[in-house]
């Protein structure tokens, strides 16, 4: 399959510049990205991007795609209250296949945004993958080390299977939900995987400030210092938010080499805080950017993150210069990639994996054509995503989903669900 | 003209009730709303809707449209920095005519963003006028008492030439740009126009810190309290920004009906600060909101308004309850309808002017529908926005224009301005 997109402008995220050229993709890959097309001919498909912008998908490094059946349940409700009151409650009654119907619905609203990719924190990884495959959305996920749903066994074999296949769109990496909610023993069977297959570790960490305050209350220190001392980033990885850290934690990721996965919008709904990004921009560190899940956010649409993580920080630092936009697309998409271990999907050059977007420049919210960066961080929106493309596959244009099931089965299937959950949680209580 | 809006669900904005219903559109009011409406058959159109959401369009109750020009131009600067250096310099080449080009590109976004009337704050009102007149496009713009360019009596002609035509799509206010850029004949002359025309008035009011101080300095007290005290405020109106308002000042506001007009997205990407809506909304004050110039925000989009006001307020406040998502939704409906003076077209009723959106409720973002109310500020988007009505005209629906003039022309003559501008101001320095 060899499709042809002609006349673009090509932001290929190595750099700040835009090109004009011509882009082929040969089955999942880009093969050539220049003037002259013509040794790939014929092509399947040829694509008159008429100047629009051709750049990497967005990823998404943290997210909980499967809580869409939450969406809505529980606006205006703090972090810990929603967790306990709303989300835990209706999480116990579960069942593995719902993950993969409501999953679903998240990868569609990623297509509308241009998410080529997710990095998904939740449970019942051979469902999250299985929707993933089926659909066709690239995701990384965490296995979580808990005895009861998940033995030793079972983890490294799911890791291995992903891993080690170069053509899966699914990939690995070992996590749990946080420090506050691991107990000793779920520590230890962490420490003991991480270590069996060397994967890096990654976790919600320093959300919210009582989260910092028990941690040291339980263990004398913060939480990112606690589980970098048990060990756990021993092969690299991140953690989810990173809101309050202190300067010997942002020392400790810096050093290592860890990510800061940032939700901006998340932590400003649930009032957890603003992420300190100017100051982790000025160590160097790693800066990836997440969504979280669509029931604290509620928007699954990294336009939305980009903003408001630029916004905030003037507002924090009280300085309009800040960090330049160009560096939120970068967290936004090579960056987050990084994070994610897709090395192969965060530019648009030669041999990289085809996971591209089109964005519409003709929409008036980028015109004139001052600035196309800064347009996309300042005063770009996902109305302007006109194509997605993951692993060489077209899956949304111009508003229509290119999948093998239609929408309405996968909006279906996701409402019985969450009805059903609703029905359990009212009745359990 | 008769259309017929069918099987729609309908938030009319009276409460946050959401009905199903049909609609009926004759010329350019509501002519029914219920379950019966054979007796206004035939139609000159009948729209299915599915389901999906009618409301009442957005009213952006603060913009200065016309400087899309500088959109990408100058992100990342302050605001004195950015309206000393880069603004004004420019605008010091402005041509009438210009305006009149470049607010249609404005108004163009409107439309993608379900936005069906604006409150224009910039020069040239004959050519404010013309364009919105011409393009569709509902507008209340301030008129300024600058001796050099509108004489008292072209004021008072303006005034009464829109406000007293019953049928006219524009309105008129009296205001000027802000306290640190009004002399005291300015404030003369101000004053002497609002008590001739008995008119509101609109000023910015406490954009930034040092505004306020050197007001201050100046006057000896702060500027809303400066004003008030001038009588500039005799005839009601109210102020765009109010980010820094002392005590007194809110309760000025509020004893007197006056608007304070948020702005949430520009006072951030500025670093001006997060006005206090919780407090503001706690006393009862009437709240709207606009999105600031394409210069400072950049997106001109309600929604992104709306979601940067809740999370803002629930961060700064750190209560995650904060206030409702409805009232975010008046605001940037009903509330800045009512700022405007456009009682007519706050909400969905019978004999209301017909300015309706339709929002694609079939869109993931908007799924499941839990809640659709907070789901329109939470996961919202503008690319649900499927239909953009003004005084019962389509202007916008499924991604296409319906205007007399097309894309390319306002494009091009915008460009055209923008590169002249950009050309002359270049070559004074």
Not at 301 to 311: G, H, P, Q, R, V
């Amino acid at each position: 399959m060899k499709i042809l997109f002609k006349n673009a402008r090509i932001l290929t995220m190595k750099d700040e510049n835009i090109i004009f050229a011509n882009l082929v993709v040969k089955d999942n890959r880009i093969a050539y990205i220049g003037k002259d097309y013509s040794k790939y001919a014929p092509f399947d498909r040829e694509i008159e991007c008429n100047g629009n912008l051709l750049m990497p998908g967005f990823k998404n490094a943290h997210a909980h795609s499967a809580m869409v059946f939450l969406r809505g349940k529980a606006d205006d409700v703090p972090l810990q209250e929603w967790l306990f009151d709303v989300v835990f409650p209706h999480e116990a009654n579960l069942q593995p296949k719902d993950v993969y119907y409501l999953n679903k619905v998240a990868y569609l609203e990623y297509l509308t945004s241009g998410i080529t990719a997710v990095f998904d924190h939740y449970f019942y990884p051979s469902e999250m993958a299985r929707a993933s495959e089926e659909f066709g959305m690239r995701s990384t996920f965490l296995v979580m080390p808990d005895e009861t749903k998940y033995p030793m066994q079972y983890i490294s074999d799911v890791y291995h299977k992903y891993n080690d296949n170069k053509d899966s769109l699914v990939r690995v990496r070992i996590g749990f939900h946080a420090e506050y909610t691991a107990d000793d023993a779920t520590f230890d069977r962490a420490m003991r995987i991480v270590e069996e297959l060397k994967s890096p570790f990654f976790t919600h960490i320093s959300e919210t400030e009582k989260e910092v305050r028990e941690c040291i209350e339980r263990h004398g220190m913060e939480p990112a210092k606690y589980i970098y001392e048990k060990g756990l980033f021993k092969y690299g990885g991140g953690a989810y938010h990173c809101v309050h850290f202190t300067d010997e934690e942002a020392r400790i990721f810096k050093e290592n080499g860890l990510y800061v996965v940032t939700c901006p919008c998340s932590n400003a709904k649930l009032a957890s805080g603003v992420a300190p990004l100017m100051k982790y921009y000025g160590m160097g560190m790693n800066i990836a950017m997440g969504t979280d899940g669509p029931a604290s956010n509620n928007g699954l649409d990294m336009f939305k993150e980009m903003y408001l993580a630029a916004s905030l920080n003037k507002l924090e630092c009280k300085d309009a210069k800040a960090i330049p936009a160009f560096e939120f697309l970068k967290m936004a998409t090579v960056n987050s990639a990084k994070a994610m271990g897709l090395d192969e999907a965060d530019v648009l050059e030669e041999g990289k994996l085809a996971d591209i977007i089109m964005i519409d420049l003709t929409q008036p919210n980028m015109q004139p054509l001052n600035n196309i960066v800064t347009n996309l961080v300042y005063s770009g929106n996902k109305q302007n995503v006109v194509l997605t493309m993951i692993d060489g596959k077209i899956l949304y244009e111009n508003g229509k989903f290119f999948l093998k099931e239609n929408l309405e089965d996968i909006y279906r299937n996701a409402q019985i669900v969450t009805d059903r959950l609703e029905r359990d949680t009212k009745n359990k209580k």
